[in-house]
């Protein structure tokens, strides 16, 4: 799944910690770490947040999905 991808590497890219993203992001770390593994499909609304914190778009983060 690409948006769990993705979401890592742009994690990753800007130095966050999974913590860090879900304090910014207002989600528990457990819901950072189903996303990024594929367990779970984050909402629209929680998916315009992550983007938000990771500096770029919904678009992007779909990417190739």
């Known amino acids: ?3 769990a991808e993705n979401l890592k590497k742009f994690r990753e890219e800007q130095g966050m910690s999974q913590r860090e ?6 989600v528990n770390q457990t819901m950072i ?9 984050p909402s629209l609304a929680v998916s315009l947040d992550l ?3 990771l500096k770029t778009t919904v678009d ?3 990417k190739g999905a």
């Open 51 to 53: 983007a938000e914190a």
């Open 60 to 62: 992007e983060l779909c």
């Open 21 to 26: 993203l879900a304090r910014l992001v207002g």
């Open 1 to 3: 799944m690409k948006i």
């Open 33 to 41: 770490a189903h996303i990024e593994n594929g367990l779970r499909i």
